[in-house]
């Protein structure tokens, strides 16, 4: 398993090393065109997927200001 990079500048959030899936990608596209109008968060099972947890969740939630 290759070691996740985790950044946080005060704002952002970069995780490099993580095998992009499906479900990664559609939430990328999605998080830009929803941050062209608003901030967010990302909430649910799905925050936790994304820093390297293996579980079957893919729930996505978006929470907005």
């Not at 990664?24 to 062209?36: G, H, P, T």
Request: a negative charge; hydrophobic letters at 30%; glycine letters at 10%.
């Amino acid at each position: 398993m290759q070691e996740l990079q985790i950044e946080w500048n005060g704002r952002n959030v970069t995780v490099d090393g993580k095998v992009q899936t499906d479900t990664d990608r559609f939430v990328e596209s999605l998080a830009d065109e929803i941050w062209n109008y608003s901030g967010y968060t990302i909430t649910s099972g799905y925050a936790a997927s994304l820093f390297g947890h293996t579980g079957p969740c893919e729930e996505v939630e978006f929470t907005l200001p």
